[in-house]
């Protein structure tokens, strides 16, 4: 049995989907957090939140390192850990530098805060040769502006410390960009109240499908575990629609995917870890668009355990614990599984949603969580703001996506008007909708 530290978490399916494969792995966690009010006003309805079942429960400031780490050095000489882990990305770093200070297995402080900063990756990656847009990181808007003349319009303005596509935009002139960089530079410290970084990444716009490839490194070696197909709407937002595992893509695009997947990582110096590299199919081939350091978010995982068997939630267990994760395919009679995402197309007071006691009734429904009435939404600018999803199985063929998207469609959120004071500010991903987000 091992004994995991827990360093902050997101809230939603991920917060749940840990604490469980902690569980069921035979293990026990100690949770640390500076705010644990935050995880329980998500507590779900049917019982107590997950994280409570910690052995301990401390709270401590994870956002001032130089003050943490020592506390933790005198915690594990007390608890002794096993290992240290997290599902939030913006403590990603802390937990692999508190690896390093405990001796813990992990991933490389340096290689995990690359992959956690996008002007960093891009600069590894672009070093390395593995493929990319073309980008640029600026000052201010004088400098972006000067640097979207050379890049050309239409291109992406980027912050390198959001995630969930937070504040990321396309922008087709000077003033759609003027109007991107202010938005960014009014907002200056993330939802989980470290300061953020003002400097801008301006990239060439990426046209194509986009994929993302789920890996499990460990021994210097990754292993490839399967290729998830997305939707993307939401423009000029780049809004997660709906994933399905496998990806319906021709193999040779699939290897094309996973062989830059698999580079990107390697170039980052990732081992111990578990990925969710994001490849764009690009007509002049693939480009990677971002390299995630933890299993991915949007139930993805789940999708990949109804079709292989594989819990990428426990193999995350796994390598902090030094073990060698169990990452072998097994029959599920599932041969493709998606999930689709209900977006709110205006602003106001959530009422009630449609159609959702006919859905529920559909044979291939995996899973059907929807937001409850009087939660006060804005039309969708980003991953935060999702209604609800519909997950499905399809036993016979690549239908999953099809079907997910048709009961989708018989779902129609209802609102009522409210003031524009009261109207939701944007927050941090997997911070609003806890059901189905990271």
């Not at 569980?23 to 049917?46: C, I, Q, S, W």
């Not at 990305?89 to 405990?102: I, M, N």
């Not at 995996?366 to 937001?371: C, I, K, P, V, Y």
């Amino acid at each position: 049995m091992g004994h995991l530290l827990v360093i902050e978490s997101w809230v939603g399916s991920m917060s749940r989907l840990l604490p469980r494969a902690i569980r069921e792995g035979g293990h026990e966690f100690t949770f640390v957090t500076r705010d644990l009010h935050h995880y329980l006003r998500a507590a779900p309805t049917d019982g107590p939140h997950p994280l409570l079942a910690a052995r301990n429960i401390i709270t401590a400031d994870t956002n001032d390192i130089e003050v943490l780490l020592p506390y933790l050095e005198q915690l594990h000489a007390v608890l002794g850990f096993d290992g240290v882990v997290s599902s939030c990305d913006y403590y990603l770093p802390l937990v692999a530098r508190t690896a390093e200070r405990l001796g813990l297995p992990g991933p490389t402080a340096e290689a995990v805060e690359a992959a956690c900063r996008k002007d960093l990756t891009r600069r590894v990656l672009a070093e390395a040769a593995v493929p990319g847009p073309r980008f640029a990181l600026c000052g201010d808007v004088v400098q972006a502006a000067a640097t979207a003349r050379e890049i050309g319009y239409p291109l992406v303005v980027k912050p390198v410390d959001l995630c969930g596509g937070m504040l990321v935009r396309e922008v087709r002139d000077l003033r759609e960009l003027e109007v991107a960089c202010r938005a960014l530079s009014e907002f200056p410290v993330n939802a989980r109240g470290q300061d953020r970084s003002p400097v801008l990444l301006l990239e060439e716009l990426l046209t194509g499908p986009e994929v993302s490839v789920e890996t499990v490194s460990y021994d210097g070696a990754t292993h490839v575990v399967g290729v998830t197909d997305k939707s993307i709407g939401g423009a000029p937002a780049f809004i997660e629609t709906g994933h399905m595992f496998p990806a319906g893509i021709e193999p040779a695009l699939e290897r094309e995917a996973v062989d830059t997947a698999v580079a990107a990582i390697k170039a980052l110096g990732l081992d111990h870890v578990v990925c969710h590299t994001e490849i764009k199919l690009t007509p002049d081939g693939p480009r990677v668009v971002e390299v995630n350091p933890r299993p991915a978010g949007n139930r993805i995982t789940e999708l990949v355990r109804r079709v292989t068997g594989v819990d990428l939630a426990a193999a995350c267990v796994d390598v902090a614990l030094g073990h060698r994760p169990d990452i072998t395919p097994r029959s599920t009679g599932v041969r493709s599984a998606a999930i689709a995402f209900l977006l709110p197309a205006a602003t106001g007071v959530l009422t009630g949603i449609a159609g959702a006691d006919s859905v529920r009734e559909e044979p291939e429904v995996l899973e059907l969580t929807l937001a409850e009435p009087g939660r006060t939404v804005r039309a969708a600018t980003s991953n935060n703001e999702y209604l609800g999803h519909i997950m499905t199985a399809d036993t016979e063929g690549g239908g999953a996506r099809g079907t997910a998207e048709r009961l989708l469609a018989r779902l129609r959120p209802m609102y009522q008007e409210c003031p524009a004071e009261e109207r939701p500010a944007e927050e941090c991903p997997a911070e609003l909708s806890s059901a189905v987000s990271a």
